[in-house]
């Protein structure tokens, strides 16, 4: 036993009191966690110029409050069982009310959600691990990290690593681009791409004419920049409407035009060619620049690539935007920008805000796709990603109420389904969260938050559990559609 | 030998030649480089719907010149020499008028000047790769990309890797930080760090206060933002000038504060413990955030680490940003934001505009730290550091001329160097680098391109031949000073 001595002065007696409870509270916040050491004796004494006694003091303390444990020879160390390790709290399941909700809050709520194991994830459009090539990827990136120069680890100022531009060139032939590496910037992601190449052209207060439904990243990204979203009607299987987007640019001034050409995320829609030549053709009499969002581009249904708008741009207008987080690798963060008569403004955005991609993941993905390993995969998830969109239309039809509607995509992972129109998909997600389930409520998917009888589902973690989630979602349906 | 045979009729005749045309393009702009195989003669076939054998005579016609060559059983490949193969342009050397310099262009320049192993490297503020932990970190980070799960190529999302904010959390404690792991942002650098924390409390328009001088990215990425740049005089040992920044602040609307609070780049400065808390006092009871960039923090020279003005944040308005690439791996592109009372907007801000940071490299850098390797590493490395201050600094001393003032930095690895009034360092910049030496002009530093007679030199690349190439500048600057 030891603890405060009766004979101290109150002042040491305070301080040492102090120490431990500093300590307890760095404790309790995580900073150290169980099993952790904690600072030594000396260290702590240097740190803070307090004498050695009084630290000793103060971890006796700790030791009889049960948070810390002397080991000999090597120190203290937080203690594996707290008296107060309480299980976690599970999953709150506040209730939602949708004349308040935060779409920022719900957005990262069910970003945080595709961490839980315990949830089935029809929510975040996020590819199936099992789908993407993580293994041979990071053998690659095991082998060049250990081989690698010290260069590896130094910046790859933007453009960013010129073996990955010329890999992105050639590939980019398969979708009717004739591009040099020169023409490439490399970004952290799709998402970031898309966000240089807004900031390249708009200026806050701007108005950005969008496809509508959709992703809600795209939104919230809009709200950031202050730029004003105009969303355009899109069809649920050809994309944009033409005539539409004609008349808004005839009545608004509108600086931009965003397009998820290829499986728009949510719609799974896929703008015809004919489509996309009088897109570039329309937007270009007004000098109107295109940012082309082509993330799902690689995971066509049918025989052939789709092409991209960017094929068809003729003024260096079309900004065409992708990444390799759809299907090849998300936690790698590698993407480009194709901005076009742009591209320096866009480079100098990208150094200014981040100053450059991380090296290794470039390295690893141009080795991955010169290897012809990338093609290859690719042909794998294909087939895949059409079976789960499949089964996953199957089982809505199945198990959903009359009166539901589904989206026909020919590429991508996932669904677009109409409810009946008294349910509100808000309360749905809700009810289904308790019971263990995510989805992607519509109202996320346009500015005014319209689309309130919607959900989007995710096919990618197809399972036969997901099947009973879809026939439960159906019973929610029901009971909310009465 | 093939060719064109007289017989073909006109189109096909076109056709063939066109395809041939397409494809030398695709050489000449280095989209398929020597030894690159192109398309089979099938795989073009298919995808342009055309005959094979109009491919096998664009083929034929670009062996005839002299741009592929067929190799048995493989395919069709770029020739290894090509016939127009006449060496790279070398470095060019235009003329800079200084009334005309576009900052922009220069700033990238100089950055691209980095990855020119022919260049004396005095320019951008790099660490030298020998005083990086590249061949340990790397090997870590092939260990874990080896038996890593297949989660590991999945997004990170904001706030980022647990496990390394409880590392970064504890290193804190050094600086006289108490934070606990949810206090903080994993972002893709400091850079992005602040980015984010300027995009989070100012709106288009609004006043930053700022150290002068101040590193040239800053001032940039607040010209894209469309921020308008304050900048307070500031003491070449102890930076911002408290009783100046309080005249600013009653005079004029602020909206936030931004230091390098700790061996400020390219000043070297270090607002002391008294005036940090002063700083923080001051700016609380006007409610304006600060923005603390801590980058050089770790590269100290003395006994102890200086604390961060955050320690005394007591109204969460102190945003510290940080990263490892001035003292680990820069291309790792790992740092982090301690956003206070901002936290979720900022968190919100990383995920709309770049969704999350790379995994491999969180979880390399926090076993990395666990490890204690980074300790070491440190340890090693603030040594070197400020024996290369000391040297570059005699050699200064000793070839630049009379009149000529530098900076005593007590952590990082630049100078700052005030040469006689009438010498012009854009002028120097451009004399320099035709002898094959960079370095960083005065007037990057101030957002009015003040600084005229000033340089900034990196001390990092320190080497025998540094040592001659000072001696080169300092002739060019009596050249010029005359």
Known sequence: MSGPAGHKSPRRWFLYEQVADNITRLIERGTYRPGDRIPSVRQLSQRHGISISTVLQAYYLLEDRGLIEARPQSGYYVRAHLPSALPEPSISTPVLDPTQVNVQDLAMRMLRDTMNPHLLQLGAAIPHPDLLATRKLNRIMASIARHAAPESSLYEFPPGWEPLRVQIAQRALHS?????????????????????????????????AIESPIYYGILQD??????????????????????????????????????????NNPLGSCIPDEHKKELVTLLAQHDIPLIENDIYGE???????????????????VMLCSSFSKDLAPGYRVGWAVPGRFKSTVE???????????????????????????EHHLRRIRRAYAERIARLTQAIERYFPAGTKVTRPGGGFVLWVELPESVDSLELYGMALNIGITLAPGLLFSANQGYRHFVRLNAAYWSDQAERAVQQLGELILELAR
Chains 1, 2 share one sequence.
Not at 185 to 208: F, Q, Y
Request: with cysteine; aromatic share 10%; proline share 6%.
């Open 348 to 374: 100098w955005l990208k150094f200014t805000s981040s100053v450059a991609t991380a090296t290794l993941p470039q390295w690893a993905i141009a080795e991955f796709i010169s290897s012809g390993g990338y």
């Open 222 to 263: 809009l709200e950031s920049l202050r730029l004003r979203a105009l969303e355009i009607p899109t069809h649920p299987r050809y994309g944009i409407n033409l005539e539409a987007l004609r008349f808004a640019i005839d009545h608004t001034p509108v600086r931009a035009c965003l397009v998820i050409s290829n499986f």
């Open 299 to 317: 995971l066509y249904f049918s025989e052939h690539r789709p092409t991209v708008a960017k094929a068809y741009d003729r003024k260096g207008l």
């Open 176 to 208: 009717g681009c004739e591009l040099a590496p020169d023409d490439i910037v490399i970004t952290s992601g799709c998402v970031e791409a898309m966000d240089l190449c807004l900031r390249a052209v708009c200026r806050p207060g701007d108005t950005v």
